[in-house]
């Protein structure tokens, strides 16, 4: 495992010198939202679909999950200033799908994507992503500026258009792959939901994007506020991030 960890650093940090078709540090980009005939998530095979088919093995997946645990701890908490996202309690096929996108060229991470191609095969995928969902989600993470006019009004944007798919909580939908929004941090869903509006999260939901694309910055500040703020009962770790 240490040797697969040095490996993706010396990923991250290789020589920029490299020729981009030889550089493992950057994927094949794929055909995203921006191209016509776009399907989200797509069902038709792949690497995806594999691991979808698979049962996570979580013993495994908490072997897997140090080379992840770099950036995004061992309690799966991410950082609260949104550089790395939290992880903890999220749907294991959430999981298994943004880690595919990345893998295959659909949603651009050059950071992640070193990272995400040490994972063997389709079975450590599903593996890792089991583990990644048995974490309790830490209850201290980045969150807005508390201001409660700004909360209200996220709060009244968030009820009306987004209830629907990512729950009263924040529980969002395994089955149809809407991500766990309850304890993730605010500087990152802010830089989230701005990416979708804005065209460049290209494995972006078409459905998501027609919601937020009539958002002003003061709208998407807003609904980020409320979103920051939600806990799922029964999921939250009880003392603060769980250590593993």
Known sequence: MKKRLAIAMALVFAPVSVALADNPNVATKKAGIEAKGYVWNDQSGGEKIEALHKTGDVKNGKEAYEVCSACHLPSGAGRPDGTF???????????????????????????????????????????????????????????????????????????????????????????????????????????????????????????????????????????VEYMSSLSMPGHMCKAGPAKH
Do not use: W
């Open 85 to 223: 996202p939290q992880l903890a309690g999220q749907h294991a096929t959430v999981i298994i799908k943004q880690i595919a996108d990345i893998r295959e060229g659909l949603r651009d991470n050059p950071t992640m994507y070193p990272f995400a191609k040490t994972l063997s095969d389709a079975q450590e995928l599903a593996d890792v992503a089991a583990y990644i969902q048995t974490l309790c989600i830490p209850p201290d993470h980045g969150k807005g500026s508390g201001d409660a006019a700004l909360l209200a009004k996220g709060k009244e944007l968030y009820v009306k258009e987004c209830t629907t798919c990512h729950g009263k909580n924040g529980e969002g939908d395994a089955k149809k792959f809407y991500p766990v929004l309850a304890g993730q941090h605010y500087k990152y869903l802010l830089r989230q939901v701005t990416d979708i509006r804005d065209g460049k999260r290209r494995n972006a939901n078409p459905d998501m994007v027609k919601i937020v694309k009539k958002y002003s910055n003061a709208d998407l500040d807003a609904v």
